[in-house]
């Protein structure tokens, strides 16, 4: 990682969501900060957990607890996101399989579609949670297959990065609708965009690129 790399792409974001009426932090600069982070790793379309995996995958867990508690206040008794959310520590960690790990994240991903109101912006928490715990397996966000896109509106909703679904959560909706509040949208960024110099900083607990088995 290049710490001066970063602060540039962290710089530029934050010029990007000054400027930015809906209070949104555009993909292209988001993109900037995840590859500032580290290297990209991988093995065919599978993440090997390497250092800049284990840092992105850092940051889009933080972005998920920082919307957790509008989950657990709509839903109190439903503790799956927070059990993704623990579960990517396993995975990096190596105590849970690649496999279980997305059935995990699949299973919940099932229970949203079916049992949750995809029109409320709270359920944008568990489907970070979801996202979360596939970051450091795949990295959609980082995947070549998706950069022709410039946009999130241009994304499918499950090729989002956790970060920008639970943005959605903290501003009652997305960047495009009406019914989103542009200042806690700005605010969730502003805060994103300090995480990411705070998870630069940090020591990394696992520095040994790997690919986990099933």
């Not at 000054?18 to 990209?40: C, E, F, N, T």
């Not at 995990?104 to 996202?131: C, H, K, M, N, W």
């Not at 900083?201 to 696992?206: G, N």
């Amino acid at each position: 990682m290049n710490p001066a790399e970063l602060e540039e792409a962290v710089a530029a974001g934050e010029a990007a969501l000054r400027a930015a009426s809906d209070g949104a932090l555009p993909l292209q600069h988001r993109r900037q900060i995840w590859l500032a982070l580290g290297p990209v790793e991988r093995q065919g379309n599978l993440v090997l957990v390497g250092e800049g995996a284990i840092r992105r995958s850092s940051l889009a867990s933080a972005a998920v607890a920082r919307v957790l508690p509008l989950w657990r206040s709509k839903w109190p008794n439903e503790t799956t996101p927070e059990k993704l959310l623990s579960s990517v520590g396993e995975y990096i960690e190596g105590r849970l399989g690649r496999d279980d790990a997305i059935a995990l994240a699949d299973d919940f991903f099932a229970t949203l579609e079916g049992e949750y109101p995809l029109e409320d912006s709270v359920t944008s928490v568990g489907q970070a949670a979801v996202i979360a715990l596939k970051t450091p397996i795949f990295e959609r966000g980082l995947d070549p297959e998706y950069a022709h896109c410039k946009a999130d509106d241009e994304l499918d909703p499950w090729g989002w990065d956790a970060a920008f679904a639970a943005s959605i959560a903290a501003a009652e909706g997305a960047p495009w609708e009406q019914a989103g509040l542009a200042d806690r949208r700005r605010d969730f960024w502003r805060w994103y965009l300090q995480q990411a110099r705070m998870v630069a900083a940090e020591p990394l607990r696992w520095t040994s690129p790997r690919l986990h088995g099933g």
